[in-house]
């Protein structure tokens, strides 16, 4: 049901680094983004796929790693995301795109999960020295980074205290996503 698959697409950032993501999977996960809906059918994106060591190496390290998380710099080695898919734009669309990149994520990580894995979405990006140092061509920019593996932690959903969104890490390593409550969402008219 498509319930369980939202309820374990987590923000996942630590994982299992040496179960690799095949680049077969990798395609199958860029074809649900290729089938998701485009804003006037315009399918402006492309994606750039990572499943080698050196390449995931590069991107890891321009990337930030959980706002919230003050004393935490990102995953170590050996709990470092598989895989990453960059998501890429025109510089210059003849509409505005960003429909497209929220649904072309949202597929893929279902569809991540569904294979059993999980993860993040990445907005904190330095762009333009990943863009040279990848050799992204100049018309392409950079949106979104799907940072992939198999998950290595547990991620649970809390009800939101005080109004405070802020997830947070138990002496467990317990990832805590704190949500509002369905009835502080609907507007009654």
Known sequence: MIKD???????????HQEEKISSEDLRELINLARLSPSGSNLQPLKFILSNEEERNKTIFKNLAWAGYLKD??????????????????PENPV????????LACQ??????????????????????PLS???????????????ALGKPK????????????????????????????????LIIEL
């Open 5 to 15: 698959l939202v309820l374990k697409n987590r923000s996942y950032r630590r994982f």
């Open 72 to 89: 935490w710099d990102g995953p170590e080695e050996g709990e470092r995301p598989s895989a990453y898919i960059i998501i890429l734009g």
């Open 95 to 102: 509409k505005p795109f960003d429909y497209d990149v929220a």
């Open 107 to 128: 597929s893929m990580l279902l569809g991540a999960v569904e294979k059993g894995y999980g993860g993040c979405i990445f907005g904190s990006i330095k762009r333009i």
């Open 132 to 146: 040279k140092e990848l050799n992204i061509p100049e018309h392409l920019k950079i949106q979104l980074i799907l």
């Open 153 to 184: 932690e547990k991620v649970c959903i809390d009800p939101i205290q005080n109004d405070d969104v802020k997830y947070w890490r138990d002496e467990k390593k317990v990832h805590h996503v704190p949500k509002r409550h369905l009835d502080d």
